[in-house]
């Protein structure tokens, strides 16, 4: 199995009730993202990142495996929608092939928090690989409750 489609993962649903995750900037969690090839099985069940899981993109130039942490750029409401978005993430002098990414929570135990499925091998040759993000705000930002 691998990575089929983006999503929020179920126990970042039931935590964030729970009020675990802080998504506060400069003084909330640190989120890392780390990178996945299509061997990897992950999606909305995956409650953690742990090391040595089948398909995580391993050590290249600037990304380490476990992945890069995360800049919070926001967290706001507009209308009825509350949402958090993050800087665009880069890598650089990396050779790599990847077909997602898990957000995780290193301040809580690398509890996830979404699979992103890229639709499909995205590769970087002694390049710059670039995770960017939608624009923040109501009807795109990358996490949204509405």
């Known amino acids: 199995m691998a ?16 009020g675990v995750h802080n998504f506060t900037a400069s003084t909330g969690d640190v989120f890392k993202l780390a990178l996945y090839s299509s061997a990897a099985t992950i999606g ?7 090391v040595g899981i089948a398909g995580q993109v391993g050590d290249t130039g600037q990304y380490a495996a476990g992945g890069g942490a995360l800049v919070n750029a926001l967290v706001s409401v507009n209308g009825t929608t509350a949402f958090t978005d993050f800087n ?12 997602g990414a898990l957000i995780y929570n290193t301040s809580e135990a690398a509890k996830s928090v979404c699979v ?13 690989f670039t995770i960017q993000f939608p624009s923040a705000n109501d009807t795109q930002a990358i996490l949204r409750l509405t």
């Open 88 to 99: 665009d993430l880069s890598f650089t002098g990396v050779t790599l092939t990847a077909r």
């Open 44 to 50: 909305a069940d995956t409650t953690s990142y742990a």
């Open 116 to 128: 992103l499925d890229f639709g499909g091998d995205k590769t970087a040759t002694a390049g710059t």
């Open 3 to 18: 990575i089929t489609t983006n999503a929020i993962t179920n126990s970042f649903k039931e935590q964030t009730f729970q």
